[in-house]
DNA sequence: TTACGGCATAATATCGATTTTTTTGTCGCG
DNA sequence: CGCGACAAAAAAATCGATATTATGCCGTAA
């Protein structure tokens, strides 16, 4: 299995095609689809084998993910895979729901025409993708919830939104694959939000916004194995 | 002057006495009391002799700070200071009053009698310290703000707190140094907050709190040099 | 004079090896 | 038979050196 794929969270700040960069984005793929399992311990040497690089490269990819709350360091113990619980998973769930409904009405506040046109092109993407069950679904699908946030002018905000994001998305894996997901039908609710969002309605965008959130939320839950 | 203070925000997951521990708690130390100063460069070398340790803890600490916030990698340029500016520092004030708001209103549903009575006791500390003079009043103010939101039941809501804590910790230094905090008298703004608590009030509590960082963040805005 | 390109310098990123710490397994003693 | 200490193995953390990349300078040409 190859794991070079896009969808950089921190684009920002690791934009070159360095060592660390490729892994970083390996090992966080591989975590968030369940490669690698909750609680596995995560050792350096055996990671190098399998990415192919040294160690030093490795080390600071998990050392960039312990800051995305997907990778947990212990002590002089070495790092392992952020465990799941529903605890955890419930948190995830109201954070999105409180931090998404601020970072959404502030970005509809700040809304321009350039960014509705790029709302309704990845909207347009990710309903293509889904349709033609292309591979690529997932990342459009966390682009088009982040062009919603697009005119949001807070960075750190929108930071903590797509964190939530991944480790959210973790538990669609965890649950019962990927696939899973479109068992239940959510174009609809893409529309809504994106009816409203595009009318400029803060309540209701965010209204369906939230309402989306707690759907899947409430899906997802019941699929969740063991713990909590 | 020595950075190997306590304090730290990764205590769980950043326990020992090891040689990125201590970097990781030095260099933040160093950002946040503006001893390194807005979008000054970090180089590895430069550090290296100064902290007296190897190249490898420096750069793994520098990559943790860049999950706080305070520092930021460039492309393959290495490691810098984050900036500060006006706009970033009012950003990280309302999501202190967003999330702190959220997780004091869970902390007091959850709230235990040995809860309270930290709360209490981290108050006396800190008051102690205020009057006192002691160098140790920061961290104690902080810990004070933190036992507050002790009974919050979600530990990356805190680690947000925390986080933003830091961030904006950092522009009192910045605005002229630590001691300026005094010539506000916050002292009874944190006992209100502390009898709300008590009580049981959320919704005092809450408004007191996010008074107490209005009116420090209006006191500091005024402040902020240059940019934004 | 200015823009461009290449060369020297400096800094980063990465590797391989060493040191330190933790973990595992075993043996002897109670 | 269980427990603790010791030794061996594994793993993590760290170091020193090398390779790679960016930066600044200078000369040349338009």
Redesign the interface.
Known sequence: MLYNFSNPQ?EA????G?ATQKTYLALRKMIVIGDLKPGEKLKIEGLRQRLGTGA?PI??AL??L????LV?????RGFRVSLTSR??FE??L??RC??ED?ALRQSLANRTQDWEEQVVVSHHRMVRAQVGGDAAFEDLHKAFHMALLGCC?????L??CSQ?YD?NIRYRYLASGAMNYKQRDVSHEHQNIMDAVIAGDGDTASAELLSHFRHTGAFLAGLIPQQG
Chains 1, 2 share one sequence.
Request: charged residues 30%; negative net charge.
């Open positions: 921190n700040t690791l934009s070159d360095s030093s080390r600071e050392s960039l312990t800051s995305d709350n947990e360091r212990i002590d002089q605890k955890n948190e995830i109201m954070l409180e931090l601020i002018d807070a960075p750190i905000l930071k903590f939530l480790l």
